[in-house]
């Protein structure tokens, strides 16, 4: 039995995610080339709130607090995944792939096409994790401008733009 359950974000969850995101990028010190641009930046609670009130935004709870959560963008058929962080006390117990596998099922029953998501290569907890739950890279990043162009931004925050990769998982 879960000792952490998930449900839909309500707005008033916002102001706790940017704690739970700061906390989980901790993690990136640890990492080579990423200790001082990655994880060190959180999205501020009020964006969160405009996630959440856009429908598709997941949290998971454990003993009354969040302790993580999946922020999305709907762009036309695909649903973006902007965030997924889980607070460190946490992390390894399932709670990541059960709010991605419970994001598939909300994005296939609203009639998405696709998940898209921006991530780093060669972290072991971001593109490694995503390739176990059926995302794939995009090789050709012309073909998703999208993706394409948050990448760039991304670069032009300081985030390393070969290890940067974008995926994306198609919903039968």
Known sequence: MSHFSIRLARVEDARHLPAIE???GQLFREIEGLAGVAGMHA????EQAALIRK???LVAESQGRLVGFISTEPFRRELHIRELSVHPDMQRQGVGSVLLRA???DA???GFAALTLTTFADVPWNAPFYARHGFEMVAD???YPRLKADIE????HGLPRER???MIRFLD
């Not at 999205?43 to 009020?46: K, L, Q, T, V």
């Open 164 to 166: 940067r990769w974008a």
């Open 153 to 156: 931004q991304e670069v032009a």
């Open 22 to 24: 700061l906390a989980a």
């Open 141 to 143: 990043l012309d073909v």
């Open 55 to 57: 429908g598709h935004s």
């Open 43 to 46: 999205i501020p609670a009020e």
């Open 103 to 105: 994001l598939g099922i």
């Open 108 to 110: 296939r029953n609203s």
